[in-house]
């Protein structure tokens, strides 16, 4: 029988989950970690319960809270260890939602949060959970296309700084409300013509979401509705954007944190202390903030290895 396997999607779509996932076995795979991996996006629900019948330990990203009930009461009456990673805040679903993620945290061999405050309520649930970060840094970026990084370069000179901020889909909190807040933002940048914001969009959806609501799109508002990478967004930009009504980790704001961009976070959640926080985007004032966010950037950077924290636990759970 086999040890470990990693159940979870990869790019495309593009997504903090996906991103995660695809760093995670790319990373495992340069330090000679084994494991194997499955894609359910790709396997059938045949080839999905196979392996997990033949491996010790399975590892999942899901942000469903019904599926990781239904993986965690089958590992346990199958007896596997099972890990799930809560990619999310805890609290951020309604009742059955929040519930649902206890009961899965309760039943899992190791529940990994992603935030302080989510660790507090994993432990009520599971004295074994732990905090490990989902962010992994990729060394390589890919390029943009050539037509897009030229109107990038020549935009930028039109304008005194060039924010950006992304969102892989359009969705909406327990509360109705847009997760990653982009109409708020375009509405916000209306009143700032000397900036403008790139609006990393590439499954297309918020453009079109945007276009049917049929609000007013400024000149200083640039959606990027293709597939890219988004790095190379934040190489064309002054300051990136989380505007956002709950989160996670946040794999962007540390790709900005890595190439040294300041940061403007809501405070939805527990932000790093380089972030600029605002409590409202559509009230806060973007040249004080840009102003201090990027003093923050002077803070020293904090070393942090997930990927070994990450083969730490499998070692203890499953003898890689």
Not at 108 to 115: A, N, S
Not at 116 to 131: E, K, P
Request: with cysteine; proline share 5%; glycine share 4%.
């Amino acid at each position: 029988m086999a040890k470990l396997l990693i159940i979870g999607r990869i790019p495309p779509p593009i997504g903090g989950v996906t991103m995660h996932v695809k760093r995670l076995r790319q990373s495992l795979r340069r330090v000679g970690a084994h494991f194997d991996f499955c894609d359910p996006g790709r396997a059938s629900l045949r080839k999905i319960l196979a392996d997990i019948a033949t491996h010790r330990t399975i590892h999942i990203h899901f942000s469903n809270p019904a599926i990781q009930v239904l993986f965690a009461v089958f590992c346990r009456i199958t007896f596997k260890k099972l890990i799930i990673t809560y990619h999310g805040c805890w609290g951020r679903y309604g009742a059955v939602g929040n519930w649902a993620v206890r009961l899965s945290a309760y039943l899992t061999h190791v529940p990994i949060v992603q935030e302080r405050a989510s660790l507090t309520q994993a432990l009520r649930c599971n004295a074994r959970a732990r905090l490990i970060s989902t962010y992994i840094p990729d060394p390589e970026t890919v390029p943009l296309p050539d037509a897009l990084q030229s109107a990038l370069t020549s935009r930028r000179r039109c304008y005194q700084a060039t924010f950006c901020t992304n969102a892989w889909n359009v969705t909406f909190d327990k509360n109705g409300c847009e997760t990653y807040g982009i109409s708020a933002m375009i509405a916000r940048f209306a009143d700032y013509p000397e900036y403008q914001l790139l609006i990393s969009d590439p499954s297309g959806n918020y453009r079109s979401y945007i276009e049917k609501r049929r609000l007013h799109i400024s000149n200083n508002v640039l959606f990027i509705s293709q597939l890219h990478d988004f790095r190379s967004i934040l190489r064309h930009s002054d300051a990136f954007i989380r505007n956002t009504t709950t989160d996670g980790i946040s794999l962007s704001i540390h790709e900005a944190r890595e190439q040294g961009i300041p940061v403007l976070a809501s405070a939805a959640v527990e932000r790093p202390p380089f972030c600029s926080i605002f409590q409202d985007f559509s009230e806060a004032d973007l040249k004080e903030k840009l102003e201090e966010a990027r003093r923050l950037t002077a803070l020293p950077a904090t070393p942090y290895d997930a990927v070994g924290e990450l083969i730490t636990l499998y070692l203890e759970t499953a003898k890689l």
